[in-house]
């Protein structure tokens, strides 16, 4: 089993900057990668960011590209999300999330909440216009 807390979530300004992070406990040696994905209220989870284990190779959603950094510190197992130029359209409750090594390399399903065996339990991230 694999543990996830969340922290660093708050109330910002828009064009502020916020920075979570994932703390992660327990049978951490057989993961493959880490996200970060949102909830926003009345619409679905949708991914924001990914990292392989080995912090060699990141992703993201578009509508984040240039603003979120996705970056992660082996010796702590903290994955953390660097938030700039923060938008009111930011805001959610941001959710961490790891997924197993099944041996089969990087797949888009990582981008779909179905991609993920393990859940923090969410940190809220309100911008204000």
């Known amino acids: 089993q694999v543990q996830l807390v969340e922290s660093g979530g708050g109330l910002v300004q828009a064009g502020g900057s916020l920075r979570l992070s994932c703390a992660a406990s327990g049978r951490t040696f057989s993961m493959y990668a880490m996200a970060w994905f949102r909830q926003a209220p009345g619409k679905e989870r949708e991914f924001v960011a990914a990292?392989?284990?080995?912090?060699?190779?990141?992703y993201y959603t578009d509508s984040v590209k240039g603003r979120f950094t996705i970056s992660r510190d082996k010796a702590k197992d903290t994955t953390y999300l660097q938030m700039n130029s923060l938008k009111p359209e930011d805001t959610a409750v941001y959710y961490c999330?790891?997924?197993?090594?099944?041996?089969?390399?990087?797949?888009?399903?990582?981008?779909?909440?179905?991609?993920?065996?393990?859940w923090g339990q969410g940190t809220q991230v309100t911008v204000s216009s």
């Open positions: 990292i392989e284990w080995n912090g060699a190779t990141t």
């Open positions: 999330a790891a997924v197993k090594d099944y041996g089969l390399g990087y797949s888009t399903v990582f981008h779909t909440t179905s991609g993920y065996n393990y």
